[in-house]
């Protein structure tokens, strides 16, 4: 069955520090995908990664995909408060956008 | 250019219930995906229709059926309300069944089962 495991689960940082989540999945799907979503709300895309080696960015937010290592990053740079949110990574196995999502990440950014 | 919505946004059931929730696709998109939402998990794929057919279905019961019309929207009935039922249930569209189509989520409907 494929897993999709995220590190940390929880995450507490301070305004301007960097970091990075840890997204492993246990198929070999080289497509990978980044959300956001805030409290109660809907699932905002962040990054869609399609193939190894990709890199994007977007403000203060990198993504990579290494897909030889079944490993993702989302990489904060410099946080600010408005981070402040859960980020799920999610694995398309099947090339069909059925997507398979790891337990998320909740980053709080103190000021 | 209208996104993906939903509805309704919260619907109370009780036990052995039946419930439809309601997706229509963002303008331009053909296939609609169903996920489940539990408190503080990862969405869950329930199922996905294309030209008005189920293609792909994830591990849910046959409690949950689902149905595509021809503008492309969609509706997810689900039978026999337990109370594990309770979720965000959320909708995504994309456009075809590739996998580089990016899905786009709706607001999500709040089904709460007492």
């Known amino acids: 069955e494929l897993k999709v495991e995220q590190n940390p689960l929880f995450l507490s940082m301070q305004e301007g520090k960097n970091y990075t989540i840890y997204c492993n999945y246990s198929t070999t799907s080289d497509r990978l995908y980044w959300y956001r979503q805030d409290p109660g709300k809907s699932l905002e895309s962040l990054f869609v990664?399609?193939?190894?080696?990709a890199v994007k960015q977007e403000g203060r937010l990198m993504a990579s995909l290494d897909t030889k290592a079944r490993l993702s990053t989302l990489h904060i740079t410099a946080a600010v408060h408005d981070l402040s949110a859960t980020y799920f990574c999610a694995v398309d196995e099947t090339g069909a956008n059925n997507l398979f999502f790891g337990t998320g990440t909740r980053l709080t950014v103190i000021p | 250019d209208a996104g993906v919505t939903q509805s309704p946004t919260h619907l109370i059931k009780t036990r052995g219930q039946q419930v439809t929730l309601r997706c229509s696709p963002k303008?331009?998109?053909?296939?609609v995906s169903w996920y489940q939402q539990a408190l503080g998990q990862g969405p869950q794929f329930i199922f996905q229709y294309y030209e008005e057919e189920e293609r792909q279905r994830g591990n849910f019961p046959d409690r949950f059926s689902g149905h595509q019309f021809p503008n492309y929207s969609s509706e997810l009935n689900v039978n026999a309300l337990l109370l594990g039922d309770s979720a965000l249930y959320l909708c995504?569209?994309?456009?075809?069944?590739?996998?580089?189509?990016?899905?786009?989520f709706g607001p999500g409907t709040r089904l709460t089962v007492l």
């Open positions: 995504a569209s994309s456009l075809g069944l590739a996998g580089n189509n990016e899905q786009f």
């Open positions: 303008s331009g998109h053909d296939t």
């Open positions: 990664l399609l193939s190894n080696g």
